[in-house]
Nanobody, 120 residues
Framework: QVQLVESGGGLVQPGGSLRLSCTAS????????MSWYRQAPGKERELVAR????????NYADSVKGRFTISRDNAKNTLYLQMDSLKPEDTAIYYC?????????????WGQGTQVTVSS
């Protein structure tokens, strides 16, 4: 059973930084692309960033380009999201995600989420 555990959220002032971590277990982490999503109150969950298996290819939502950096350490089974120049609109619960295709069906796996609040 895939397990994803996020950490590193908290309260930060506008312009500040946070680094989120997602520790993975019970699956071969280095074989899977990984993503960060976020969900703000009253809004749908949205993709923030994605990284391929080796970490050489990344994609970002337009709203975070140039401010957030996704990375991974396959030796530590850990995914990261470095968030700089944070804005109040970045306030949300941030989720770690991976997808698996099995017998023609896509399965989505999620962590429990970590709250990020950007406020003065």
């Amino acid at each position: 059973q895939v397990q994803l555990v996020e950490s590193g959220g908290g309260l930060v002032q506008p312009g500040g930084s946070l680094r989120l971590s997602c520790t993975a277990s019970e699956f071969t982490f280095r074989w899977y692309s990984m993503s960060w999503y976020r969900q703000a109150p009253g809004k749908e969950r949205e993709l923030v960033a994605r990284i391929n298996t080796a970490g050489g290819s990344t994609n970002y939502a337009d709203s975070v380009k140039g401010r957030f950096t996704i990375s991974r350490d396959n030796a530590k089974n850990t995914l990261y999201l470095q968030m700089d120049s944070l804005k109040p609109e970045d306030t949300a619960i941030y989720y770690c995600n991976t997808m698996e295709r099995s017998w023609g069906t896509m399965y989505a796996y999620w962590g429990q989420g970590t709250q990020v609040t950007v406020s003065s």
